[in-house]
């Protein structure tokens, strides 16, 4: 609607400039004109030998006018184009936001690997295949296949109920069960790691006890935890939030 507005003013001040300057031209004589024999300019507003002063004022107040339209103009044109060039420059250059990171209040690895409950049992890392502990099963995982390195992938099971995926390293064929885990991921309410519940603690709970981490992205919602100051690698424990920003997932590895 104001563009509309806009345009129909632009369209108005266009016809009266236009109007004004038919109106300048048709001024009986013209203000001046080329004497080609002489090589020069003359005023042509002379009446019995004087200037022709109100012709003169006549045409300076035309010109005025038109200058006066031309500027109306110009800043209707202006009003139109810097409103989109300042949205062209916020979608081109998009403002950084800030991180959602704040300084760690209490987060400490080893306490954390030392508070991992599976199925009510207590597991410490790292932990051979071997010993896993009563109730527990292991096999390796369908789609995997054991590798050169000695790594496989293995699924964990509890009274035969699967519990979590896993990667075993020293994992050889025929020494399979010699294999060691060194990750752990828990997503029942019958787990635990550092008494963070699967399905019944919040992401509120979690950033008043440990603080806020940069999200790995919007889409997985994941807050890590590093076990050291100084690099990105090593232990680590990472939170997935389902989208009621409750936990559905806990992840630790040594």
Excluded at 37 to 58: C, H, P, Q, R, Y
Excluded at 167 to 179: I, P, S
Aim: a negative charge; charged letters at 30%.
């Amino acid at each position: 609607m104001k563009r509309m507005i806009k345009l129909l003013i632009f369209v108005i001040l266009a016809i009266l400039y236009f109007k004004a300057t038919v109106k300048q031209l048709n001024l009986d004589p013209p203000l001046f004109s080329y004497n080609a024999a002489e090589n020069k300019v003359d005023m042509n507003l002379i009446d019995m030998g004087e200037l022709n002063w109100e012709a003169i004022d006549s045409w300076d107040s035309i010109r005025t006018d038109k200058l006066v339209l031309l500027g109306a103009m110009f800043l209707i044109v202006l009003s139109e184009c810097v409103p989109r060039l300042g949205k062209q420059q916020d979608k081109e250059e998009p403002e950084e936001e800030e991180p959602d990171v704040e300084e760690i209040k209490d987060f400490e690895i080893k306490r954390a690997l030392k508070r991992i409950i599976v199925k009510g049992q207590n597991i410490k890392l790292p932990l051979a295949l071997c010993d896993l502990g009563e109730g527990f099963t292991w096999k390796k995982t369908d789609h995997a296949s054991l590798r050169s390195d000695g790594t496989g992938a293995v699924t964990i099971y509890f009274h035969d109920e699967e519990c979590f995926h896993t990667v075993a390293e020293n994992y050889y064929e025929g020494a399979e069960d010699q294999g060691m885990i060194y990750e752990i991921r828990i997503k029942t309410d019958d787990c635990s790691i550092d008494g963070f519940v699967p399905g019944k603690t919040t992401k509120q709970e979690v950033i008043e006890r440990y603080g806020k981490r940069a999200k790995l992205s919007e889409i997985t919602n994941i807050y890590v935890y590093y076990g050291t100051k100084d690099s990105d690698l090593g232990p680590r424990l990472a939170i997935e939030f389902d989208q009621n920003d409750v936990v559905k997932e806990i992840f630790i590895n040594i």
